[in-house]
């Protein structure tokens, strides 16, 4: 089991585009492996992207832990193909801003495709929460967050909130 370090605001490298994968080997399995591992180690996330523990490359786990049963979805070079003109507005957080939530509009319905583990491509459509994670992971690998949608007020907000967060941890867990 490896537990990969989280990258948190304001490190510049959560704004890197992440690139394509193009092997489906081993070596990504286990990364998949890696990223399911720091996603169920963390206590509250729903979803993780590579770029968030520094692998810059197109892959995305995402478990909702809905209804106590575990149903994981994990997304190679993930692609929105179409986003409903219907919207709605929910309280996002996410790993990288720790200690922080706020509303995002997000489209209510995307159809999006994908390439499974062993490089099979699928397609399918979301809604809800689903529909949510997905915008919000595919924004990472493109260098996106969530407080990007914010006004500047709401980012340093943010970004005090995650200092705090991150100060706090290293006194009591006295980890690196
Ligand atoms: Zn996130």
Redesign the pocket.
């Known amino acids: 089991m490896s537990v990969l370090k989280i990258i948190t605001i304001p490190d510049s490298r959560l704004k890197n585009k992440s690139l394509d994968v193009d092997k489906y080997d081993k070596e990504l399995k286990q990364k998949i492996k890696d990223l399911y591992d720091t996603l169920y180690f963390s206590e509250n996330g729903i979803?993780?992207?590579a770029p968030?523990v520094g692998i810059f490359e197109r892959i995305v786990v995402i478990d909702l832990k809905e209804d106590s049963k575990s149903k994981p979805l994990t997304l190679i070079n993930p692609k929105i193909i179409n986003k409903s003109n219907e919207k709605f507005i929910n309280q996002?957080?996410?790993?990288?801003?720790p200690g922080y939530y706020a509303d995002v509009e997000r489209s209510m319905e995307i159809e999006y495709e994908w390439f499974d583990e062993d490089g099979y491509k699928q397609t399918g459509i979301a809604q809800g929460l689903l529909s949510i994670c997905i915008q919000?992971?595919v924004?990472?690998l493109n260098g996106v967050?969530?407080i990007d949608y914010l006004s500047g007020l709401k980012k340093k907000m943010a970004l005090d909130k995650v200092l705090k967060f991150n100060k706090k941890n290293k006194t009591s867990k006295n980890d690196d």
């Open positions: 979803g993780l992207a968030q996002e957080g996410c790993l990288s801003i919000h992971e924004d990472h967050l969530f």
